[in-house]
T-cell receptor
Framework: KNQVEQSPQSLIILEGKNCTLQCNYTVSPFSNLRWYKQDTGRGPVSLTI???SENTKSNGRYTATLDADTKQSSLHITASQLSDSASYICVVSERSNYQLIWGAGTKLIIKP | KAGVTQTPRYLIKTRGQQVTLSCSPI?????VSWYQQTPGQGLQFLFEYFSETQRNKGNFPGRFSGRQFSNSRSEMNVSTLELGDSALYLC??????????????FGPGTRLTVL
């Protein structure tokens, strides 16, 4: 069964610290993996999209990695800011049915 | 370039009524997808329309339906509303199919409350 699992479910860190969010998936055949940031009550915003051949992609202070062999991805946030408080969602695209498989998200809280 | 717009932004209905939500994608985008998000829950996929045809459908009852017009604007309809339909309904658009590598852009959502 195609699944995307994210950990941790929630995370609290101090402003200025770094953190890493994890995503494991069983989706096959794989097309691409993306990370979204969703502020409370708003629509998700795309951070990165990675295909099979890409293993690192950055967007400012956000760096995503992909290991297609172990079917794992991570999102690293550097020098966190209060505005980084949000849910971060990992989504994997399944190639044969053109479907997106959504993870449940990690809720990140940045404390001053 | 204007973003994805959704109307109305807020809606209050009573059980048994029906509702129609509207989504205008970014100009030139051909794919429109709809999602339901309940408090504390992840996004649940409703359906995707591409070039006026429904391409994928999630696991929702037949009370949930949608359509896409020739200008790519989309509507979704929920009939016989239930309390559990209270949620944030999000629309997303992309240039081609949502599962491709094109960036998917989300609208601000319609907050539906069923009393």
């Amino acid at each position: 069964k195609n699944q995307v699992e994210q950990s941790p479910q929630s995370l609290i860190i101090l402003e200025g610290k770094n953190c890493t969010l994890q995503c494991n998936y069983t989706v096959s055949p794989f097309s691409n993996l993306r990370w979204y940031k969703q502020d409370t009550g708003r629509g998700p915003v795309s951070l990165t999209i990675m295909t099979f051949s890409e293993n690192t992609k950055s967007n400012g202070r956000y760096t995503a990695t992909l290991d297609a062999d172990t079917k794992q991805s991570s999102l690293h946030i550097t020098a966190s800011q209060l505005s980084d408080s949000a849910s971060y969602i990992c989504v994997v695209s399944e190639r044969s049915n053109y479907q997106l498989i959504w993870g449940a998200g990690t809720k990140l809280i940045i404390k001053p | 370039k204007a973003g994805v717009t959704q109307t109305p932004r807020y809606l209050i209905k009573t059980r048994g009524q029906q509702v129609t939500l509207s989504c205008s994608p970014i100009s030139g985008h051909r794919s429109v997808s709809w999602y339901q998000q309940t408090p504390g829950q992840g996004l649940q996929f409703l359906f995707e329309y591409f070039s006026e045809t429904q391409r994928n459908k999630g696991n929702f009852p037949g009370r949930f339906s949608g359509r896409q017009f020739s200008n790519s604007r989309s509507e979704m309809n929920v009939s016989t509303l239930e309390l559990g339909d209270s949620a944030l309904y999000l629309c997303a658009s992309s240039l081609l199919r949502e599962s491709g590598t094109d960036t998917q852009y989300f609208g601000p959502g319609t907050r539906l409350t069923v009393l």
